[in-house]
């Protein structure tokens, strides 16, 4: 029998979103969460990507070992790989009421073929999972029935924070379970795996319930449309917004689908309370006054197709930014999607329309501790070793020196990333291996896997363009007739170049009057050298490399 647990970081360490990992002892496994990442938009480095998930061959790989995925809560960040694993490996899943059911909303848009086992978990119920028994706590953050795990194991007691603030006044009244979290540091905890997002941010984080005052003022200043947008799944926020919306009389109109749909499953399962009179459809917006509507829409991180992107431009069919609306930004910004955020404002702006955010009103409250808060949670725990999780690398390790000055010792702290099995033992913790995982990049058009090798011609494309060399040809002799024509799109602006089109244009008489004849013949293997011999030639001219598509025709 093996005496040590092994974790295993799939994602979300050294990075936001895709929050995933592994536990092992012996030869059973349990996961905790299976987030998505979404692409930073300031690095362009997932063209024509929309979501990233991890890589599906781990679940593949080790599906006899999985006893089950649990997951903390419903945000897309811990949840939003599920139905691309599930497509491949009908794992059990494990999660609160209603991050189950958004999940069955997401396979239903799928049509999975298989139908995975959902299970129920409530706070404070334990549950077994081989080796390991897991008991589910509250903790309150922007989604409501909100978990950390406090993972029973051979070894010891592993606490997995999840996405946490000690919130003295949530939306839904339910307060952190401080108890039962002191209840373990008492009995001695092994390791602790704690948030680190806001790491950085001194301080306790402010309620929820603390944008309640700033809305309120908004919305009574507001003389025309309210235009509000948060993360979908903000739950908390959006009952709020509702709240507020039915005390000032205003209409509620759902715009975008996933916001619709978690409007709709969250009111199903009790975790929202939206009068169904107060909410009506896009089509319903002509037949009131604009003081009369608030209009909630995706697309707080400035998606080009989301709700709030669209109505920015103009592109929403029968709704549309005006003057003198009121726009609310009311989420926090993802590192990297500052600039397409905004350029939707400037276009916002340019709608006649203005825009309150954080910069002009406290108008969010994030739903991640502040320092404070971790300290807090640190000294309720009292692990025997910690370790930081959810975050970049600066949050991980002001997060190691947070716990560090709460009297860990140093030696007991341990920063992992990525690809990291870390080995955990009743009196050491250390890294013993790395592991390759990649993943997987989902296309925003068909919903499906794209290539690597696809993103990098894309990436090309977008920097370097593309160069057209077609070649006229003996059917016979496989000689040239005639000169080569080129042709460029985002390469070189051909009446500007003409030395370098000049060059190339000799350069490839070169390479087909040095080629044998059978390859001249097979215009797959002809293609082929060509374009690698014009890539190193224009490589070494200039520097840039451009999809170099060759079309020969045989005469």
Not at 151 to 156: D, E, Q, S
Not at 197 to 222: C, D, I, M, Q
Not at 366 to 376: E, P, Y
Request: proline letters at 5%.
């Amino acid at each position: 029998m093996s005496d040590h647990l092994e974790i295993i970081v799939i994602g979300g360490l050294g990075e936001f979103g895709m929050n995933c990992t592994a536990l092992r002892f012996g030869d059973d496994m349990i996961v905790i969460d299976a987030g998505m990442a979404f692409p930073r938009r300031d690095l362009g480095t997932e063209l024509g990507v929309n979501v990233i998930v991890p890589d599906i061959a781990f679940f593949q790989e080790n599906s006899e070992r999985i006893r089950g995925i649990f997951l903390t809560h419903g945000h897309e960040d811990h949840i939003g790989s599920i139905p691309y694993i599930i497509d491949r490996t009908p794992l059990p899943v494990y999660g609160s009421s209603l991050t189950l059911a958004l999940i069955k909303g997401k396979l239903e848009e799928r049509s999975l073929p298989a139908k995975p086992a959902l299970h129920e978990l409530r706070a404070r119920e334990t549950v077994q999972a081989g080796p390991f028994q897991i008991e589910p706590l509250h903790v309150t953050h922007s989604f409501p029935d909100s978990f950390a795990f406090a993972v029973r194991t051979p070894v010891g007691v592993v606490l997995w924070s999840g996405d946490f603030k000690f919130d003295q006044a949530p939306v839904d009244q339910k307060l952190t379970d401080i108890h039962r979290l002191a209840a373990y540091g008492e009995e001695g905890v092994l390791a602790l795996f704690s948030d680190s997002t806001n790491s950085t941010v001194p301080g306790l984080a402010p309620s929820e319930r603390s944008v309640y005052e700033p809305l309120r003022n908004l919305f009574r200043k507001a003389r025309a449309k309210i235009i509000a947008t948060t993360f979908s799944s903000s739950i908390s926020r959006i009952q709020i917004l509702l709240d507020l919306a039915l005390e000032l009389d205003r209409f509620v109109v759902p715009v975008g689908r996933s916001i619709v749909s978690n409007i709709r499953i969250a009111t199903e399962c009790g975790h929202l309370k939206a009068p169904a009179d107060r909410i009506i459809n896009v089509g319903d917006v002509k037949n009131h006054r604009p003081e009369e509507i608030l209009i909630l829409a995706t697309g707080s991180q400035g998606e080009p197709m989301a709700a709030l992107s669209r109505l920015s431009i103009n592109q929403f069919r029968n709704l549309g930014i005006e003057e003198g609306d009121m726009v609310i930004h009311s989420a926090r910004i993802i590192p990297g999607n500052e600039k397409a955020i905004s350029n939707m404002i400037n276009h916002i702006y340019r709608r006649g329309a203005r825009v309150y955010d954080v910069n002009h009103s406290p108008v969010h409250a994030s739903g991640h501790g502040f320092s404070d808060d971790l300290k807090l949670m640190i000294n309720l725990i009292r692990p025997r070793f910690f370790i930081p999780i959810h975050g970049e690398y600066r949050n991980l390790k002001t997060h190691c020196w947070l716990a560090e000055a709460q009297g860990i010792p140093e030696d007991r702290v341990l920063l992992v990333e990525n690809g990291d099995v870390l080995r955990v033992g009743p009196k050491k913790a250390e890294v013993v291996d790395k592991v390759s995982l990649g993943r997987r990049f989902i296309d925003e058009g068909v919903l499906e896997e794209v290539h690597e090798l696809v993103l990098r011609e894309r990436r090309f494309l977008s920097e370097d363009g593309f160069l057209v060399a077609m070649l006229r040809m003996d059917r016979l002799t496989g000689d040239l007739i005639g000169e080569p024509e080129l042709v460029s799109r985002g390469f070189v602006l051909m009446e500007e170049s003409e030395n370098l089109i000049e060059a190339l244009k000799e350069e490839v008489v070169r390479i087909v009057e040095g080629t044998a004849i059978e390859i001249k013949q097979d215009q797959d293997v002809l293609g082929d050298v060509l374009r690698k011999d014009l890539q190193k030639f224009i490589r070494r001219k200039t520097g840039k490399r451009p999809i170099i598509i060759p079309v020969a025709i045989e005469i």
